[in-house]
């Protein structure tokens, strides 16, 4: 009976542990939010996430809604290791403005992998509202993060992708910039570069163009609408 009596107090021990060690994500300090002026076409590699000369003033509502997109974000996650948090999920936030519109691209990591994603934001100059949802733009297959630094991936390389990864572009002719986001679609065995084209209006955000180019040996298969 006493070995039985250890072996169950061992168990709650146990599990007890394991509950002290769950972080949930409300407990976690919020990152240091931190906004960067970039401009069209982006190439992500020419940017320095650390220069501080290139770090702008947004108003309190960006801030805000930087602010529950990266709550959104990671308002699943928990981790098991007391030496993770969530604020480290987060890198920085790039500007892109033009007349109409601004562009906050959040660049973010994955959990657990810690490959690089981001949201992308589209905020109304004029009406100083955001617009439609934060669009998903994953970004792992083409660049890592090293020290700060976002470094183009082996496959990048190997395939010469050079072209920006945003880019603005009167697509449908109608006098007004849309706004063009390319990426390299990679899942170990199919690789192929992803073109979309959002036009935004006054409450959404739409697709004009989207394209599926194979990579490789897929090198020539097109699939676009």
Not at 52 to 62: L, P
Not at 92 to 103: E, G, I, P, V
Not at 177 to 185: A, E, T
């Amino acid at each position: 009976m006493r070995i039985f009596a250890l072996l169950i107090l061992a168990f709650f021990v146990s599990c007890s542990d394991r509950q002290t060690k769950e972080i949930p994500v409300n407990e976690n300090p919020k990152p240091s939010l931190s906004v960067i002026q970039a401009s069209f076409p982006l190439r992500l590699h020419e940017i320095n996430l650390e220069e501080a000369t290139n770090t702008v003033q947004v108003n309190d509502g960006i801030v805000l809604k930087l602010e529950e997109t990266f709550q959104e974000y990671t308002k699943s996650i928990e981790f098991s290791d007391s030496s993770q948090n969530i604020k480290d999920l987060y890198i920085n936030t790039l500007q892109l403005q033009d007349s109409l519109h601004t562009l906050f691209v959040m660049l973010l990591k994955a959990y657990p992998t810690g490959e690089l994603n981001s949201k992308v934001l589209f905020y109304d100059n004029q009406k100083k509202a955001f617009i439609g949802e934060a669009l998903d733009f994953k970004l792992y297959a083409l660049y890592d993060l090293l020290d700060g630094t976002l470094i183009p991936t082996t496959l990048k390389k190997d395939f010469n992708i050079t072209s920006p990864e945003i880019e603005s572009l009167d697509f449908n002719k109608d006098g007004k910039n849309d706004y063009q986001f390319k990426r390299l679609w990679h899942n170990g065995t199919f690789n192929a570069m992803h073109t979309t084209i959002l036009t935004v209006n006054n409450s959404t955000s739409d697709t004009l163009y989207f394209c599926e180019k194979g990579l490789g040996e897929l090198a020539g298969k097109k699939s676009c609408l």
